[in-house]
Nanobody, 125 residues
Framework: EVQLVESGGALVQAGGSLRLSCATS????????VGWFRQAPGKEREGVAC????????YYADSVKGRFTISRDKAKNTVYLQMNRLKPEDTAVYYC??????????????????WGQGTQVTVSS
């Protein structure tokens, strides 16, 4: 059974940092891409960052490039999203996801097979 469990969401001030974690099970990073999406109130879910299977190429939405870093730890079966210089517009529920085409990260509705339950990130101004 595939599972993705996020943690690390919190309330943080603008300019601050936060690290999200996603503990996964039931699949291998060698076989499937993993990544993070987010959904703000009243907006559609959007891709934030992902790592491809195997070699692990990284992809980022333009809005977070230079501020967010995605990484994975195969030994711990955990994916991380380090978020620096946070802005109020980063406020959203962040979802861990897996099994999708990383090149579709920023498509309007990418096809994603596996989702976590989400974790709330709130950035105050």
């Amino acid at each position: 059974e595939v599972q993705l469990v996020e943690s690390g969401g919190a309330l943080v001030q603008a300019g601050g940092s936060l690290r999200l974690s996603c503990a996964t099970s039931g699949f291998s990073y060698d076989d499937y891409a993993v990544g993070w999406f987010r959904q703000a109130p009243g907006k559609e879910r959007e891709g934030v960052a992902c790592i491809s299977s195997g070699h692990g190429d990284t992809y980022y939405a333009d809005s977070v490039k230079g501020r967010f870093t995605i990484s994975r730890d195969k030994a711990k079966n955990t994916v991380y999203l380090q978020m620096n210089r946070l802005k109020p517009e980063d406020t959203a529920v962040y979802y861990c996801a897996a099994n999708f085409n990383p090149r579709e990260l920023t498509d309007r509705r990418p096809i994603v097979d596996w989702w976590g339950q989400g974790t709330q990130v709130t950035v105050s101004s």
